[in-house]
C-alpha cells in the first residue's frame, strides 16, 4: 500500500514538473538570431507565439545571460546591459492569437557598446531579451534573441534606418502660388541589407485627414493582420527599385507637373512603402507557434516616413537674407511724429516682395506694454486705427508691422518707431 502511495506521490510530481517545463517553453521567437550593423542602426521583424495569459513588458540587450529562476528562462546580466529599446522607437504589437508582432530597433549606441566589449575579448554576439509577465500568477519568463555583429551588408535584414523626403530647394516649407509648378522632390534614404524598395507617392489634399502615424509605418513593420489596412490617398506615381548593399539611396518623386497646386492649403506628400521578399528578414510563424506560413518583412523601420509639406497661396520661402527690393518698410506715421488726438491715425507700410499672407500691427505704450494688436490682409498696406487708441497708448507710444505668413509664422517686422501724441489735459 505505501509503494502505490509512493508511486501515485512520484507520478504526481512527475506531471508537475512535464505541466512546468510545458509552461517554460511556451514562448517562443523567429527568428532567433540576427546579423546587425556594427556601425550604425539596425532593425528586425521578429515574432514572438506561445504568449498565452502573458504580456510583454519590457526589451533590453546586453552581453551576457543568467538563469532568471525563479521566473523561466534566461534574462540578461544586470552588470553587462546595453540599453534598452526606445519608448519612441516601440512598434510592438500583439498580434494573431497568442503571437506577439516585435520591431527590434537597435540604436547605433548600443552596437557601439557591444563593439568595445568584442574589443575588450569578450563574445561578438550579443543578446536582444524580452520580458513577459502573466498577470494572474506574476510569473515571469524571458526570452532571448542573438545578435551577431556584421557589416551592413547583404546578411544584415533589409531595413530602413533614416529618411529625409524634401523638395530640392533650401526651404523649411515650400510656398507656391496657385497654378505655379512644384519643384523637383526627392527622398534620401540610408538602409542596412539589400533588396527591392516598391511602394507609391500619394498626396493629401487639403480637405483631407490627415493620416496618423500608423498610416505612416513602412507595411513591413505592421503585423500580418493589419497589412492594407492603412488609409490610403491619391496615388501619384510608384516605384520598384532595387538597392544594393551601398547602405544610401536617393529615391526620385514624382514627376513635378503630378503634384497638385491648383486649391489654396497645406498638402501632404507621403511616401508609402511597400513590403518586399528578404529572406534576412523573413519570421517563420509556425516555429514560433504563432501560426502558419512566413512573414516577408524586407524594408522594416522603426519609424513612420515623414510627410513632406507644402502650401499653395500667399507666403514665404525665402531663406535669404531680406533685400531692398522685398524689404518691408514702415511709413506713416513718422517717426516722432506729433499726431493730434481728434485727427484720424492710419498705420501704412510697403509690403516689398515679401510673400507674406498677412500683417499684424502691435502698438506700445511708453511702459513697453501692449495695448493694441491688429491682422491687415495682404495687398492692404494700410490700417485705420479706432478712434480711442491714442488715448489708451497714451502721450509717447511705439508702433511696428511684422509679417506673417500663411502659418501665422513672422517672415519679417519693422524696427519700433515712436509717435507722440497731443492729448487733451483730461487724458494726460
Known amino acids: 500500500m505505501r509503494s502505490e502511495i509512493a508511486l501515485s506521490r512520484i507520478a504526481l510530481t512527475i506531471l508537475a514538473c512535464s505541466v512546468v517545463s510545458t509552461a517554460s517553453a ?29 504580456r510583454p513588458i519590457e526589451a533590453e540587450w546586453c552581453g551576457e545571460l543568467v538563469s532568471a529562476v525563479p521566473d523561466v528562462g534566461l534574462k540578461c546580466d544586470p552588470s553587462t546591459i546595453f540599453g534598452r529599446l526606445p519608448i519612441r522607437l516601440d512598434q510592438s504589437r500583439l498580434s494573431g492569437v497568442g503571437g506577439f508582432t516585435d520591431i527590434m530597433s537597435i540604436p547605433p549606441s548600443v552596437t557601439r557598446r557591444a563593439y568595445q566589449a568584442a574589443e575588450a575579448g569578450q563574445k561578438s554576439s550579443f ?59 526627392s527622398a534620401r534614404i540610408l538602409y542596412n541589407g539589400t533588396g527591392r524598395l516598391k511602394g507609391r507617392w500619394e498626396i493629401v489634399y487639403p480637405s483631407e485627414e490627415v ?54 492649403g497645406m498638402y501632404l506628400v507621403l511616401l508609402r512603402i511597400e513590403a518586399s521578399d528578404d529572406k534576412e528578414g523573413d519570421s517563420n510563424l509556425g ?20 510627410p513632406l509639406r507644402y502650401v499653395v497661396g500667399a507666403g514665404s520661402s525665402e531663406l535669404a537674407e531680406t533685400t531692398e527690393s522685398t524689404q518691408l518698410r514702415a511709413l506713416s506715421p513718422l517717426a516722432d511724429a506729433a499726431i493730434a488726438a481728434s485727427a484720424p491715425l492710419d498705420f501704412t507700410w510697403v509690403e516689398g516682395g515679401l510673400r507674406a499672407a498677412f500683417f499684424r500691427i502691435e502698438v506700445r505704450n511708453a511702459a513697453g506694454e501692449d495695448v493694441h494688436a491688429a491682422i491687415v490682409p495682404r495687398g492692404t498696406g494700410m490700417y485705420h486705427a479706432p478712434s480711442w487708441l491714442l488715448e489708451k497708448a497714451g502721450a509717447s507710444a511705439a508702433w511696428r508691422v511684422v509679417a506673417l505668413d500663411l ?16 492729448l487733451p489735459p483730461h487724458a494726460q
Open 127 to 185: 543578446f536582444y531579451v524580452r520580458r513577459f509577465r502573466n498577470a494572474a500568477t506574476g510569473q515571469e519568463q524571458y526570452v532571448a534573441v542573438t545578435c551577431r555583429l556584421a557589416g551592413g551588408g547583404a546578411r544584415v535584414p533589409f531595413s530602413l534606418v533614416d529618411v529625409a523626403v524634401k523638395f530640392n530647394v533650401e526651404t523649411p516649407i515650400l510656398f507656391i502660388k496657385p497654378g505655379e509648378a512644384a519643384p523637383p522632390l
Open 211 to 264: 493620416p496618423s502615424e500608423r498610416d505612416l509605418l513602412t507595411e513591413a513593420t505592421l503585423p500580418l493582420e493589419e497589412r492594407g489596412t492603412q488609409r490610403r490617398y491619391t496615388e501619384l506615381s510608384r516605384f520598384n527599385v532595387f538597392l544594393p548593399p551601398t547602405g544610401e539611396f536617393v529615391l526620385k518623386g514624382p514627376d513635378a507637373d503630378r503634384i497638385p497646386t491648383t486649391t489654396e
Open 287 to 306: 516555429s514560433a507557434g504563432a501560426g502558419i506560413g512566413v512573414v516577408h518583412a524586407g524594408a522594416v523601420a522603426g519609424f513612420p516616413m515623414p
Open 407 to 422: 502659418l501665422g509664422r513672422q517672415v519679417s517686422r519693422t524696427e519700433w518707431r515712436r509717435m507722440t501724441a497731443e
Open 26 to 54: 511556451q514562448i517562443k521567437a523567429n527568428p532567433t538570431g540576427v546579423n546587425v550593423n556594427t556601425n550604425g542602426a539596425t532593425t528586425a521583424f521578429i515574432t514572438f507565439g506561445g504568449l498565452g495569459d502573458f
